[in-house]
């Protein structure tokens, strides 16, 4: 077959996204929650699928989960918008407040899809390097932001691989600091709390973005959140497509935040498993000293830096043990306590 169309540069050599595919015994490699819905929450699921109306567009604003969000978070609905996962927002983002040339500020180490999202909408990606710790440099960050111009600044806090976070003040500097829209990823907040999404209406220069993927427990719906004040919203809104998110999704995820209690116990358990596993590697490292680092954790998961991670990460898999393998470290994500003892084992004898 003879054609005369070829696809642009700007995506023919794309690959699509491929997680790790097998079974394994245990799965830490996808900062999932490891808790599953109790049946009384399954229960009010399924009681309003059953009330959904399938053959009718869903709700173009998800009034309902989003007011449901808000009320869990202490902010107005009005500033609440829903996408599918975080990913959607982000891409949405992009494409909307940024103009072909323009440039957008990103972080190094961090969530690899920003970076991907800027290629598509054709604008310049500036890294800004962390420094040797993992942790950010917030002046020279400003500095960047101010000397390029730059339109857009999009980072994670606490940060996806490296778990460490900014504190409060820190990212209030950021954004009083520069003239661009700053996209604040909070998809591990939860698990911490220096979160500014009670402060995205006092800016006119933030966009707060959650998930329910993590702390909730609810990542097979792909549900996310954009926060910010009146105008931003409002754009965000225009420029989204009209019924994004699925009648399913919205009512499933409406059921379960009408939880906030049994939500809080579920964040605590994460938290406590989290803690528990950094314990567990910091008494291995006593046992193998200067075999690893491993970094200060505020999110779900740990991150160890090692020579050989590839080889431990492949015994690892041999053992039915799935994690991340991100480089020259491996990103750990927190299980049930007998998951955790048993990565721990896995890891002493492979160390």
């Known amino acids: 077959m003879i054609s005369l169309y070829q696809l642009n540069s700007k995506i023919r050599d794309l690959k699509p996204y491929e997680p790790l595919e097998g079974e394994y015994r245990i799965r830490l490699d996808a900062n999932e929650s490891f808790l599953s819905l109790p049946t009384n929450v399954m229960s009010k699921m399924m009681d309003a699928f059953a009330y959904t109306a399938f ?14 969000f808000a009320e869990y978070y202490k902010i107005r609905p009005e500033i609440v918008t829903a996408g599918n996962g975080s990913d959607e927002l982000i891409s949405v983002l992009m494409t909307a407040f940024l103009m072909k040339g323009d440039t957008v500020l990103t972080l190094s180490p961090d969530f690899s899809m920003y970076r991907f999202y800027s290629s598509l909408v054709e604008v310049r990606c500036v890294d800004v390097v962390k420094k040797s710790d993992l942790t950010i440099d917030v002046d020279e960050l400003i500095s960047v932001s101010n000397q390029t111009g730059a339109k857009m600044i999009l980072f994670s806090n606490p940060c996806n691989p490296t778990s460490v976070g900014l504190t409060r003040g820190q990212v209030r500097k950021i954004i009083r600091s520069v003239s661009a829209l700053v996209v604040l990823d909070e998809a591990y907040m939860d698990f911490w709390d220096q979160s500014l999404i009670q402060e995205a209406e006092q800016y006119d220069n933030l966009v707060v973005l959650r998930t329910c993927s993590k702390a909730f427990g609810l990542a097979a719906l792909r549900l996310g959140f954009a926060v910010a004040n009146k105008t ?3 754009a965000v809104r225009a420029v989204k497509s009209p019924y994004n998110v699925n009648s399913a999704t919205q009512s499933a995820a409406a059921a379960v935040l009408s939880y906030p209690r049994l939500l809080e116990r579920a ?13 567990g590697l910091q008494q291995l490292l006593k046992k193998k000293p200067g075999r690893f680092i491993l970094y200060p954790s505020c999110t779900n998961f740990v991150l160890i830096r090692l020579a050989d991670a590839r080889y431990v990460y492949e015994r690892l898999l041999a053992k039915g043990i799935a994690v991340r393998l991100m480089g020259d470290s491996l990103r750990i994500t927190a299980g049930a306590p007998e998951e955790n003892t048993e990565l721990l084992a896995a890891l002493e004898q492979l160390l």
């Open 55 to 68: 053959n009718r567009y869903p709700d173009p604003l998800a009034v309902d989960v989003c007011r449901r």
């Open 232 to 234: 931003i919203t409002a």
């Open 267 to 279: 964040i605590g358990k994460i938290v406590n498993s989290r803690i528990a596993l950094s314990q």
